[in-house]
């Protein structure tokens, strides 16, 4: 019934990507997904870009289903999992997340008191329309316990010490054994040590 393609490219500076469309033509039902190739990676990353113009918001971004998106301007925090691994480009994931949100159903809006709680959605709604037009500076922010992410420095064709980015800071960190715990990294490292110790 339905068909899916797979892609493999690689990211310049980033890594080998495999991308996944499916569509069945029977229903109109379409997913893209994006994963990373490639070996874990040691330490987790964080990626902070400060968004001050619209070239800017035309910056690719890749976000894995492992990574959290963060606005803190808008108090927008999307916890892993949330719309899936995608590429896209900064005014492309807010918007993707706008529309989301706008696709729930009238009553996802009404959240205690039911007049009020549409309208905090709704102005949820007008704020991520604001980031959208840039209307203020704000804060983009991708972190991740897998390192998967990705945006893009316009800059990185340069070299060093102009490869810097003064707008983008990225910063490595040692996962909790929580994290790996929930990322199945704990059990993979049983598995290795049980099989080590049989031979």
């Known amino acids: 019934m339905g068909q899916i393609n797979v892609h493999q490219c690689d990211i310049p500076h980033f890594k080998e990507t495999i991308i996944m469309a499916f569509k069945c033509d029977h229903c109109g039902y379409r997913s893209n997904e994006i994963k990373s190739g490639g070996a874990i990676s040691e330490k987790g990353k964080r990626i902070t870009l400060h968004v001050e113009t619209d070239d800017d ?13 963060i606005i803190p301007e808008v108090c927008l925090e999307l916890a892993p999992g949330t719309l899936g691994g995608f590429f896209s480009t900064i005014e492309g ?4 997340v706008r529309d989301q949100l706008q696709s729930l159903p009238q009553v996802a809006f009404s959240v205690g008191d039911s007049a009020s709680g549409e309208r ?8 991520l329309n604001k980031l959208i037009a840039l209307e203020k500076p704000f804060t983009f922010v991708l972190d991740d316990p897998l390192s998967n992410i990705y945006i893009q420095n316009p800059r990185a064709h340069l070299p060093p010490p102009d490869d810097e980015d003064p707008k983008l800071t990225t910063e ?7 994290q790996d715990d ?6 993979m490292r ?7 110790k049989t031979d």
């Open 182 to 187: 929930e990322l199945g990294i704990n059990d």
């Open 57 to 69: 918001l035309k910056r690719d971004v890749l976000k894995s289903e492992t990574a959290t998106l």
């Open 172 to 178: 490595e960190y040692e996962r909790t054994f929580e």
């Open 120 to 127: 905090t959605m709704l102005q949820f709604v007008e704020e």
């Open 93 to 96: 994931s807010i918007t993707q």
């Open 190 to 196: 049983n598995s290795e040590n049980a099989t080590t």
